[in-house]
T-cell receptor, first 113, second 115 residues
Framework: AQSVTQPDIHITVSEGASLELRCNYS??????LFWYVQSPGQGLQLLLK??????LVQGIKGFEAEFKRSQSSFNLRKPSVHWSDAAEYFC???????????FGTGTRLTVIP | NAGVTQTPKFQVLKTGQSMTLQCAQD?????MSWYRQDPGMGLRLIHY???????DQGEVPNGYNVSRSTTEDFPLRLLSAAPSQTSVYFC??????????????FGAGSRLTVL
């Protein structure tokens, strides 16, 4: 069965510091992987996605993620966090040939000055 | 383009009442879906549709009905609301019915409280 684990419920970082949000997935085949961001009171916005090819993918707002098949991970990174990055971040996995996504429980990011 | 539009944004119901959450998209997307978001549980799929006249159950379908009479609209019906259905509901759509390679476009959400 598909599942996504985001082990960090809440992370606090200082503005300008680097960020890594962890995501581990369980899936029987090669998955499609996504990171979405949700600002308070808003819907979800796609940050980046991995379907195939280069395992390091670039997204919007300076985010990147690396797919590591051996570790079943798809961690999200940003070298320098901005105050506007404070939000909740969701990792999701999807199947080839289907649009349904399985989401992790989310990681809330707080950015302090 | 308006994208995915959900109404209402907020709703309070009493136990046993019925209501419909509306979802409309103007992108001619074939695939539409409903998720619920609960604290500590992420988003869970309720129902989805791969085209007009076709619907199927997701992970947590009990207590909800859907229909897809047009490409644009995908309403979610609660026939007899229960406190366990207090949640934030998101509608999402995607261009192709079964590609998987297409990104979901989400609505802004509907917050439902059942007393």
């Amino acid at each position: 069965a598909q599942s996504v684990t985001q082990p960090d419920i809440h992370i606090t970082v200082s503005e300008g510091a680097s960020l890594e949000l962890r995501c581990n997935y369980s899936y029987g085949a090669t998955p499609y992987l996504f990171w979405y961001v949700q600002s308070p009171g808003q819907g979800l916005q796609l940050l980046l996605k991995y379907f195939s090819g280069d395992t390091l993918v670039q997204g919007i707002k300076g985010f990147e993620a690396e797919f590591k098949r051996s570790q079943s991970s798809f961690n999200l990174r940003k070298p320098s966090v901005h105050w506007s990055d404070a939000a909740e971040y969701f990792c999701a996995v999807g199947a080839r040939g289907a649009n349904n996504l399985f989401f992790g429980t989310g990681t809330r990011l707080t950015v302090i000055p | 383009n308006a994208g995915v539009t959900q109404t209402p944004k907020f709703q309070v119901l009493k136990t046993g009442q019925s209501m419909t959450l509306q979802c409309a998209q103007d992108m001619n997307h074939e695939y539409m879906s409903w998720y619920r978001q609960d604290p500590g549980m992420g988003l869970r799929l309720i129902h989805y549709s791969v085209g007009a006249g076709i619907t199927d159950q997701g992970e947590v379908p009990n207590g909800y009905n859907v229909s897809r009479s047009t490409t644009e609209d995908f309403p979610l019906r609660l026939l007899s609301a229960a406190p366990s259905q207090t949640s934030v509901y998101f509608c999402a759509s995607s261009r192709d019915r079964v590609s998987g390679a297409n990104v979901l476009t989400f609505g802004a959400g509907s917050r439902l409280t059942v007393l």
